[in-house]
């Protein structure tokens, strides 16, 4: 049996500067929304995480 945080949020890609992350979760601002679209691809792709829009102009990328 295994024990263990398996599901938690990786990062934030946002392209609204006022988000502030009060958690350990970084935070990456996006100059547009081709832009958060690639940074979010990116990052989810060496995390091997999932990407998820939160339909507010972010996407978290999610461990599963």
Avoid at 34 to 61: C, F, W
């Amino acid at each position: 049996m295994e024990f263990g945080i398996t599901q938690f949020i990786l990062a934030v890609v946002t392209t609204n500067k006022e988000m502030v992350s009060s958690s350990m979760t970084p935070v990456f601002y996006a100059r547009d929304d081709e832009h958060k679209e690639r940074l979010a691809l990116l990052i989810a792709k060496t995390t091997q995480g999932m990407v998820h829009d939160l339909e507010s102009g972010t996407y978290i990328i999610v461990k599963h």
